[in-house]
Antibody, heavy 118, light 107 residues
Framework: EVQLVESGGGLVQPGGSLRLSCAASGFTFSTYWLHWVRQAPGKGLLWVSRINTDGSSTDYADSVKGRFTISRDNAKNTLYLQMNSLRAEDTALYFC???????????WGQGTLVTVSS | DIQVTQSPSSLSASVGDRVSITCRASQGIGNYLAWYQQKPGKVPNLLIYGASTLQSGVPSRFSGSGSGTDFTLTISSLQSEDVATYYCQKYNSAPWTFGQGTKVEIK
């Protein structure tokens, strides 16, 4: 069974940092692209970042470019999102998602909540 | 960047009604369009990919159509369990933009 389990969320002050993790199981982790998607409370889905199979290629939403870094450890079956210079508007539930061969997201984690507040 | 505009933002319909949601891309994206359903308090669930391919396990009352810039998600006979917010997403290239969402309620 495919599972994606996020962790690392919490309360952080503006300007602070957090590192999110997404532990994967039930599939060959190293052969799939992975994404981070966030959802602010009561709002819609916002794509954040994507990484290819070996980590050599990444993309970011303009709103997080230069502040967030996506990475992966294929030996540990884990995806990461390093978030620096956090702002109040980064407050959201952060999901990791697996991109199917088609490119759409066939599996999602349950999400980890990030709250940026003083 | 290609913009994705979804409409309507909300709709209310009766059980058994045919319901349609549209998604428009500001430039052509071929058929690289997916539809997701998110029930309250739950994780999004893939319904349709490739604009018209039904994801395994999704009821056949859901269908997708379109290509290029204009796409439609149709629920042929709305059921109470279809109460949710529906999102389209382009995935031809970065950014993998979602539509604003359509909240579907029962009248």
């Amino acid at each position: 069974e495919v599972q994606l389990v996020e962790s690392g969320g919490g309360l952080v002050q503006p300007g602070g940092s957090l590192r999110l993790s997404c532990a994967a199981s039930g599939f060959t982790f190293s052969t799939y692209w992975l994404h981070w998607v966030r959802q602010a409370p009561g709002k819609g889905l916002l794509w954040v970042s994507r990484i290819n199979t070996d980590g050599s290629s990444t993309d970011y939403a303009d709103s997080v470019k230069g502040r967030f870094t996506i990475s992966r450890d294929n030996a540990k079956n884990t995806l990461y999102l390093q978030m620096n210079s956090l702002r109040a508007e980064d407050t959201a539930l952060y999901f990791c998602a697996r991109a199917a061969r088609s490119g759409s997201y066939d599996y999602w984690g349950q999400g980890t909540l990030v709250t940026v507040s003083s | 960047d290609i913009q994705v505009t979804q409409s309507p933002s909300s709709l209310s319909a009766s059980v058994g009604d045919r319901v349609s949601i549209t998604c428009r891309a500001s430039q052509g994206i071929g058929n690289y369009l997916a539809w997701y359903q998110q029930k309250p308090g739950k994780v999004p669930n893939l319904l349709i990919y490739g604009a018209s391919t039904l994801q395994s396990g999704v009821p056949s009352r859901f269908s997708g159509s379109g290509s290029g810039t204009d796409f439609t998600l149709t629920i042929s006979s709305l059921q109470s369990e279809d109460v949710a917010t529906y999102y389209c997403q382009k995935y031809n290239s970065a950014p993998w933009t979602f539509g604003q969402g359509t909240k579907v309620e029962i009248k």
